[in-house]
């Protein structure tokens, strides 16, 4: 299928016969190394999954790709709302790509701190959660982490970024990775239809303090969660813990 979001790229079959050298990831993205120096970059978008199989098994409905591999197995990509990416990037440093070139840094090196989050968030007037969500600032932040993020540190979501404090930042910073690392340990949150690696859901709904739970008190303090959205996306906050 070459309907995905970017097409599937024509040239694939120059692929053949390379081995895979080294897996690795940069924010939502895989980085396939190819024993040609070459890299496979893939994106599995809001639902898709790469699968081990048997060469014989019957294709599924949204099976897009198929590598063939040793022993009569391949890795398919699999992706049924066609919003992930399968590209072939013949460049030697893949990270220089349009698509990972202006990518912010990981939450958990060195380079993501509450000095380099206060010299990102400075000139920006926009709501705080939308900022820590935007990748050029800081990768890896999506939705329910950054309410929760938010939460634990003690700041409103609609609080104007640039009017954070260097305590704020440092709370905020220390909270994006507790949170990430916590979910990281359950596997994820699932909340409808997400599956780990391992095919089994995540457990991290179960740690939720604000997300989803307009109305239902506060696990802190009691008062009803309030929900808004905020870029077009769900917030949740508690309005006594959060300022």
């Known amino acids: 299928r070459f309907d995905l979001r970017q097409p599937i790229p024509s040239d694939l079959a120059e692929i053949e016969g390379l081995e895979i050298t080294s897996v690795s990831r940069r924010s939502k993205y895989l980085l396939v190394q190819l024993s040609d120096g ?18 014989a098994e019957a294709w599924k409905k949204h099976d897009h790709v198929a590598l063939t591999l040793g022993a009569g197995k391949q890795l398919r990509f699999h ?38 989050l206060m010299q990102a968030i400075q000139q920006r007037s926009a709501a705080i959660k939308n900022v820590i969500m935007d990748a050029k600032v800081v990768v890896g932040v ?29 709370r905020l910073a220390s909270s994006i990775q507790e949170v990430l690392r916590e979910a990281i340990d359950q596997g994820g949150t699932t909340l ?22 307009k109305g239902q008190p506060c696990r802190t303090c009691d008062e ?12 949740y906050w508690c309005p006594r813990c959060q300022k």
């Open 38 to 55: 070459s890299h496979l970059l893939i994106h599995l978008g809001m639902s898709g999954s790469l699968r081990l199989t048997d060469t």
């Open 79 to 116: 992706d049924p709302r066609r919003f992930g990416i399968f590209l072939h990037l013949k460049e030697k440093d893949p990270t220089q790509h349009p698509l990972l070139a202006l990518l912010g840094p990981e939450p958990f090196d060195e380079a993501f701190s509450a000095n380099y």
């Open 142 to 170: 999506g939705n329910i982490y950054a309410s929760e993020a938010l939460f634990r540190a003690g700041i409103s979501p609609r609080r104007k970024a640039n009017r954070l404090r260097l305590l704020d930042a440092e």
């Open 192 to 213: 409808r239809d997400f599956l780990n690696s391992d095919g089994q859901p995540g457990y991290f709904k179960q740690r939720l303090f604000v997300y989803d739970r």
């Open 224 to 235: 009803p969660i309030r929900h808004c959205v905020i870029g077009q996306r769900s917030s």
